[in-house]
């Protein structure tokens, strides 16, 4: 296991490399020009030689596959550079907003799979009873309704039945855990629902086929309790294709929580990606999906490494 | 013995009597069915039996004859939301099972009555432990703690016959061969020392040497323990050697029941006659052709009031339009016939089919298939651990067919058959030797050549459920290879052609509109033959092509193929498991054993003169159907498994199980010798 480990994360630099040749080429196909926008977006008149300087001070007139190895070069020695806007560096942009980010995925993964497990398990077990159903409808409610929609729902019933909205400044958890929750909670809500909804269905539909499987039959044969056939023989078998759905839908949080953000008024990874786009900051663009793309594969990583400790025929060998 | 008639109490035993001799498991009257969307299916209806202590009772039947569904009825595993027992008692050491509550039946179940079923693959929870799953009901049922509990499941692996049992508590089930989970359930069956243990299809799924083992490992300890066992088979050679009771389902109701010696020797219903006339036979010549019970058995969600096999039956006559009772007969059987006494005289017999029986004569053509030397090896990729290495699935293997001629091909499972049959098909490349087809070397035949070798060379498959396309009709199905290599032209002729294809395998012309989920496992097996045929080959590789099918079905389908060999001239190979088909329809036989070749010797040779140690275990373990006949034989069992394809035996590679094995056979690799005319065998000490 140690050694397939290994290979996975040697594995991930072509994977990187790959990301880092598009997104680096991609970016500067596509027209418009940060310098512009710098300068001129508050239709200000500044000469051509300024803004020439300015490209220079950049670095931006080198040839393109300078620019590249230079980039290359940096990330090689872990620099990822400055926000060509704000001049800080990159990795200080991304970590004041990782931090909540990551918080608000976290905690929506805990309360999706908190839900999802039971609700599931309900559903299959009382197939096509009012239970069963009463989890279909919240569930298929769950993959209809847009996050930013419900969180807004949210927002608005906390207005008129408290008087109350959250806080919109960010406090750490470390400093004031009751500030911290009470704003990131709704969040956390919103975006919670939709996850344990797959969650759920995903979790219903597996458990129904593994409640069909000759092993549970085996220990029903056996004169084990119901309950303990459920939950031993059942469930766990039942969970495996779960883990897949909650590593994914986990890593769609980071940074996938543009309009969400913009509800709760969060200043989160998606907020800062939105920002970064419209100015063509392009260290900062590319050091934000460099880390996202990393975050996947080790997400993935991750899920395959769970799975050979729920499943015993899987062994990573080779 | 008790036995009660559902409609009448045949040989009531008085109260005095019952008190001293009841029964240990008593079923009266069963009646379960299946509420669908699509009706009622009526799967048991009126089934009465009695099990006595430590008695072994068999149930037998084709599948949907309620056989299994009886058994999951006593142990009330029916599924929850359709399952339903409307009518009937279970009488289980005093207590009607039908009338417990939910925690009452699960107590019963694992510590009274224990149940092993059919597929060892999937029976066992991949993910837990062995240990555990061997533990569990001791915890439940005996309140053992882990260390007791644990200590009873080293015991019961010693047993059962597994050995390092401390070591094997802790592997999960993907470490274990098909034979030694099946070893595993016995041992979760045993665990409380129940009073009955019900198998359902034990042995079904395992190799024949392997059945004999875990049969007589059942058949032993339920005789030391004292525990009543009821099999449930289709396999009547199992019942025969096993069984003191048999029971014969058909349509969801007993057809016959009685004593084994009885109901073998003096069947006195037509559909155990029947029965007993298809199964080809191992231990007699082969007759002319194959007796079969034309017909499908009826559908359960529309039954008549009518004898459920008047349809099938040749002896049926106008009394048989009213469901016979069961009546008890001279034999002290019970028979659901109307003509039982008949049958007692010996009035009613099966007519022969007769026909002409296959011409074996000496074939001085050129062979239409040559192999030679035959190798095929698979690369593994190494592990953490292991170094990989070299599959050798087939090793040096030659032989010759000959226009209208079936060679038969068989062996247990991994021993390279099924592979030697897709090399000739090209579906694999041989490491080594030669295919020659029609005079043709494939291995250095040009493009167009072996386009036409395609052609020629067709395959029969073994699942008649899964090589079929779902989506397309059986008309499509036929057609397609038409169209494709172009044989026919035009819509019209494709559609003439279907017609006359469905004609040669016996299939009404309207089949074509049907798709194949609305055909029976043997019709579609006949769909599968006329595919083949419609490529007008001159060779078939028959890859298990009738293991799947019950054993009415499989004598009309081995009979169709025998029909269209004599018609088409066609060479078939036939890869197959059971010895006693094999015999049935080949004119010579190789054995195979770990990818090379054991013996080769005409059909009847081979079974009444067997030279190879390997032939003769294989012979042995094949129960007949005849339980005089099994009572007299000991079978000799053979010791161990299949060894690992990656670490081969060196020398003979029988000799890790061989009972004649010496120091020599493990040094010198026995090569394959003519030792009688025509029959050749590859053992040094023959």
């Keep these: 296991m140690l050694r397939y480990s290994i290979n996975r994360i040697l594995l991930m630099i072509p994977t990187l490399l790959g990301v880092a040749v598009l997104v680096f080429f991609l970016l500067r196909i596509v027209p418009g020009d940060i310098v512009e926008i710098k300068l001129r977006g508050d239709g200000g008149t500044v000469t051509q ?15 393109l596959i300078n620019q590249f190895g230079t980039w290359m070069i940096d990330m090689a020695k872990l620099d990822f550079g400055n926000s060509m806007w704000t001049e800080r560096p990159v990795v200080t942009e991304i970590a004041g907003r990782l931090e909540l980010s ?146 994914l839908e986990f890593t769609f949080l980071i940074g996938g ?10 200043n989160g990874i998606g907020q800062l990606f939105v920002q970064s786009v419209s100015r063509n900051d392009f260290t900062l663009i590319q050091g934000m999906v460099m880390l996202i793309a990393a975050f996947y594969v080790f997400v993935n990583l991750a899920i395959d490494l769970l799975y050979a400790v729920f499943d015993p025929r899987i062994r990573y060998n080779s | 013995m008790t036995v009660v008639d559902a409609d009448k109490d045949v040989r009531g035993p ?61 142990m009330r595993l029916l599924p929850r939301l359709t399952g339903k027992i409307p009518q009937g008692r279970v009488m289980f050491d005093g207590r009607n099972l039908l009338d417990l509550d939910d925690d009452e039946m699960r107590e019963i179940r694992g510590r009274d009555i224990s149940m092993i079923f059919q597929e060892p693959m999937t029976s066992l929870n991949p993910i837990l432990t062995i240990g555990l799953q061997i533990k569990e009901p001791l915890q439940i049922h005996l309140g053992m703690n882990d260390e007791q509990a644990k200590a009873r499941a080293i015991e019961l692996l010693n047993l059962v016959g597994i050995t390092d049992p401390e070591r094997r508590l802790d592997q999960y089930p993907h470490q274990f061969s098909g034979g030694m989970r099946q070893r595993v359930m016995i041992a979760i069956g045993l665990a409380c020392n129940p009073k009955l243990i019900i198998a359902d299809e034990p042995t079904t799924a395992l190799d024949v040497t392997i059945q004999a083992q875990i049969l007589e490992l059942m058949k032993n300890l339920s005789r030391k323990l004292n525990i009543a066992l009821v099999i449930i088979t289709h396999n009547l050679g199992v019942v025969a050697r096993y069984a003191d009771r048999v029971i014969v389902m058909y349509a969801a109701r007993v057809a016959e029941q009685g004593p084994a010696e009885q109901l073998f020797h003096k069947p006195r219903h037509p559909y155990t006659m029947g029965l007993l006339r298809s199964v080809p036979r191992l231990d007699r010549p082969r007759g002319s052709k194959l007796e079969t019970i034309e017909g499908l058995p009826p559908n359960l969600a529309n039954v008549t009031t009518a004898c459920r096999f008047a349809p099938r039956c040749p002896f049926r006559i106008a009394v048989c339009d009213q469901e016979p009772p069961l009546y008890p007969t ?3 059987s019970l028979s659901r016939c109307h003509r039982h006494a008949e049958i007692a005289e010996g009035k009613i017999v099966w007519a ?33 651990r292991s170094a990989g290495g070299t599959v050798r699935a087939v090793e040096d293997v030659s032989f010759d067919i000959f226009p209208g001629e079936t060679l038969g091909l068989v062996g247990e499972s991994g021993c390279g058959k099924t592979t030697v049959g897709r090399l000739i098909l090209r579906l694999e490349e041989p490491s080594a030797g030669e295919i020659h087809f029609e005079g043709v070397n494939l291995s250095t035949a040009s493009a167009a050549e072996l386009k036409a070798m395609r052609r020629k060379v067709q395959v029969i498959f073994q699942d008649p459920y899964s090589s079929l396309n779902p989506r397309m009709t059986v008309g499509q199905i036929i057609g397609e290879p038409l169209h494709v290599y172009k044989i026919v032209s035009g819509r019209k002729e494709n559609e003439a052609r279907v017609t006359e294809l469905l ?68 060479a078939f190979l036939f890869i197959a498991h059971d010895l006693a088909v094999v015999r049935h329809i080949s004119a010579r036989v190789v054995v195979m054993y770990f990818g090379r070749v054991m013996e080769i010797a005409d059909r009847d040779v081979i079974y009444s003169e067997s030279l190879h140690p390997y032939t003769k275990v294989l012979l042995d373990a094949a ?23 990656l670490a081969p035996p060196s020398g003979c590679v029988f000799n890790t199980r061989c009972p004649m094995a010496s120091q020599e056979c493990r040094e010198v690799v026995p090569p394959l010798e003519e030792k009688r005319p025509g029959h050749f065998a590859a053992c040094i000490k023959v």
Excluded at chain 1, 50 to 57: D, M
Excluded at chain 2, 366 to 379: D, E, G, M, N
Aim: glycine fraction near 8%; include cysteine.
């Design chain 2, 623 to 645: 129960p007949v159907p005849d339980p005089t006949l099994e009572k007299l034989r000991e079978p000799r069992l053979i010791k161990g498994e299949l060894p690992s394809h």
């Design chain 2, 14 to 74: 008085s109260a005095a009597q019952q008190e001293v001799a009841a029964p240990l498991l008593q079923v009266e009257d069963l009646h379960t069915q299946f509420h669908t969307s699509r009706g009622i299916v009526r799967a048991v209806e009126g089934v009465s039996f009695s099990v006595d202590r430590g008695e072994v009772v068999a149930i037998v039947g084709e599948s949907g004859s309620g056989k299994s569904v009886t058994a999951l009825s006593i």
């Design chain 1, 102 to 247: 990551l918080q608000v995925a976290i905690m929506a993964t805990i309360i999706a799979v908190l839900l999802a497990i039971p609700m599931g398990t309900a559903a299959a077990l009382f197939r096509g009873t009012w239970i069963d159903y009463t989890v279909r409808l919240v569930t298929i409610g769950g993959l209809s309704i847009p996050s930013f929609w419900f969180g807004m729902i949210i927002m608005l019933t906390l207005l008129s039945l408290f008087n109350w909205l959250p806080p919109i400044t960010f406090t750490p958890i470390y400093v004031d855990p009751v500030a911290n929750l009470t704003q990131l909670i709704w969040p956390a809500l919103a975006v919670g629902y939709r996850y344990c909804a797959v969650v759920a269905r995903m979790i219903r539909s597996s458990l129904l086929e593994v409640m069909n499987e000759d092993y549970i039959r085996t220990a029903r044969a056996k004169g084990v309790y119901e309950k303990l056939v459920v939950s031993r023989h059942a469930l766990r078998n039942a969970l495996l294709p779960a883990i897949t759905v909650i590593g």
């Design chain 1, 257 to 266: 929580l543009v309009v969400t953000e913009q509800v709760f008024n969060l």
């Design chain 1, 49 to 63: 030689e300024t803004i020439e300087l300015e490209r220079k001070r950049l670095g931006l007139d080198r040839p």
């Design chain 2, 330 to 332: 001279d034999t002290g």
């Design chain 2, 352 to 384: 022969s089919l007769g026909g002409a029986g296959l011409n074996f004569a000496a074939n001085t053509e050129a062979p239409v298939l040559s192999v030679q030397h035959l190798t095929k090896h698979f690369a593994v990729s190494g592990g953490l």
């Design chain 2, 503 to 570: 004609g040669h395998v016996g299939l009404r012309p309207e089949m074509a509109e049907r798709y194949p989920h609305q055909l029976s496992g043997g019709q579609r097996q006949r769909v599968g033959i006329a595919r083949a045929l419609a490529m007008e080959p001159s060779f078939i590789v028959c890859d298990e092509a009738v293991s799947a099918l019950d054993v009415s079905i499989q004598g009309q389908i081995i009979n169709l193929l025998e029909e269209l060999q004599r018609k088409f001239r066609l």
